[in-house]
């Protein structure tokens, strides 16, 4: 569930029409389902899960970097915002090299054309 509170947070305050999850890895939507009930959604966003997702103006999805939802959802031509983790290494991981990288659970908020 690494990112998926932050991806979460990110979507909401993105105000869209619709937050999806591209459930399509293991143990995603039980932790989905736990943060739909700690983050707060002023607006009642609709918040549900799918296994396939077809991007859509006005929507949110969110998925696992490593799923292979990044190539699903590269192929529509949909301008987006996208959450990426803002989590750094530590000072441990800095010293034996290690990179920032851009966060397991991510989400990216489709532009709504009306």
Do not use: M, W
């Not at 105000?15 to 009930?37: R, T």
């Not at 997702?53 to 292979?68: D, F």
């Not at 659970?105 to 054309?113: E, P």
């Amino acid at each position: 569930s690494y990112d998926l509170k932050g991806s979460l947070e990110f979507a909401i305050g993105e105000n869209p029409k619709e937050i999806i999850l591209f459930d399509n890895f293991a143990g995603g939507l039980y932790n989905f389902q736990f943060y739909e009930l700690v983050v707060t959604n002023p607006n009642q966003i609709p918040i549900l899960a799918a296994p396939a997702v077809t991007p859509t103006p006005g929507a949110c999805i969110i998925y696992h970097r490593l799923s292979g939802a990044e190539e699903e959802l590269d192929k529509y031509p949909l301008a987006y915002t996208e959450f990426r983790s803002r989590t750094r290494p530590s000072e441990l991981e800095k010293q034996f090299g290690a990179e920032p990288f851009s966060g397991v659970i991510k989400a990216r908020c489709y532009q709504d054309t009306q």
